[in-house]
């Protein structure tokens, strides 16, 4: 879910112009599942900008409060959620913590670090969202930690299906800043891909485990 398209637009121009995001139609990347993807998303990179991580910090903020309302805690998930968790966090002047993508093997084994509370309520941070399986990971641990997850909030989001199934079955609302939808129609605007790129592109997202293996 996008909460304002005029700030998604911008976000997309944003990543394209900072390289964040690279796309590649007829040079595609190889991800680590093995799938070949037209699509490379890099976020972190968003934080050696200032003017760019300002504007994502505020339009967090901003998206946090209109759709969840202020939580007590905000959640980073590591890794690429920590660093705009915690810009996040400092905006609304609330804790932070964040969650391992694994418990620790040593003292205490901590799955989430930092300080929280049994009933708080909090709004998970992360970077980017493809199948959604670590961030779900993450809202799990928070669950049973005892804490109440209000939903999940991201930079970008893929889009793809089985993500928004799998929001949907774990009853977590799931709200991102911008979209593949949107950004293919900016770069195409921008110039950075032609017309005949867009089909590709949307075939990619409809069956990414199978797009260029013809």
Not at 167 to 186: G, M, R, T
Request: with cysteine; glycine share 8%.
């Amino acid at each position: 879910m996008i909460t304002d398209l005029d700030n998604a637009s911008k976000i997309a121009e944003y990543l394209l112009q900072i390289k964040a995001i690279k796309l590649q139609p007829n040079n595609p990347f190889t991800w680590s599942s093995g799938w070949k993807s037209p699509i490379y998303c890099d976020n972190r990179k968003t934080l050696s900008y200032p003017n760019v991580r300002t504007f994502i910090r505020q339009s967090y903020t901003q998206a946090i409060l209109d759709k969840f309302g202020k939580p007590d805690v905000i959640a980073g998930v590591a890794t690429g959620g920590i660093a705009q968790g915690v810009l996040v966090a400092q905006e609304l002047g609330i804790p932070f913590v964040y969650v391992r993508a694994s418990a620790k093997g040593h003292g205490l084994q901590n799955m989430i670090e930092g300080h929280f509370e049994e009933g708080q309520n909090v709004v998970v941070v992360e970077d980017l969202i493809s199948t959604g399986g670590s961030s779900l990971k993450a809202v799990e641990a928070l669950r049973a930690g005892g804490l109440q997850v209000k939903g999940v909030i991201a930079i970008f989001s893929y889009g793809f299906q089985q993500a928004d199934e799998a929001f949907e079955q774990a009853n977590c609302p799931l709200v991102v800043l911008s979209n593949y939808d949107v950004l293919i129609v900016k770069a195409l605007a921008q110039g950075a891909i032609g017309e005949r790129d867009m089909a590709s592109l949307k075939e990619w997202r409809a069956t990414p485990d199978s797009w260029n293996q013809k």
